[in-house]
């Protein structure tokens, strides 16, 4: 929808609580990685001059969503490479559920450029859930464990 962000953070005692937004899944998807790098540093000093193919499934929108963030955020555990931009190339059914095709561009983290705010410890499926309305609009929220 016209006029709304891509993502925003909602109250949580303890944790990170988001709320990302898209006019399809697809977009929904991206903006909740960014979402993820934006908790972790300053999404818009991070240079797209690598990219990463990514490919997960899910039993539902839920697990799909799961994955695709824990995907995400083990790839910078094991490279330490962030992310600022993401094209979610395919989300389709599968025998198992659905899967998700993408790929995500950025560069290896450099503590002099990128500032850091909040380990993530984990995505977690508390309080997770996907809503869609009549014209198509996606809010997906869920809690990122700190």
């Not at 193919?53 to 929108?61: L, P, Q, R, Y």
Request: aromatic fraction near 12%; proline fraction near 5%; charge should be negative.
């Amino acid at each position: 929808m016209k006029g709304t962000p891509p993502f925003e953070y909602l109250e949580h005692t303890a944790d990170i609580y988001v709320a990302a937004y898209g006019s399809s899944l697809e977009e929904c998807f991206a903006n909740a990685a960014l979402a993820l790098f934006e908790v972790m540093t300053e999404v818009e000093k991070i240079r797209p001059i690598l990219s990463q193919d990514f490919t997960v499934e899910g039993i539902d929108k839920e697990g799909l969503l799961y994955s695709w963030l824990e995907a995400l955020l083990v790839s910078f555990e094991t490279t330490e490479n962030l992310f600022s931009s993401f094209i979610i190339h395919e989300i389709k059914a599968t025998p198992e559920g659905l899967s998700l095709r993408a790929t995500a561009y950025g560069e290896p983290f450099d503590p002099k450029r990128h500032p850091q705010k909040v380990a993530v410890k984990g995505i977690t499926y508390h309080r997770m859930e996907i809503l869609e309305d009549d014209k198509g609009f996606v809010t997906a929220k869920f809690i990122l464990d700190i």
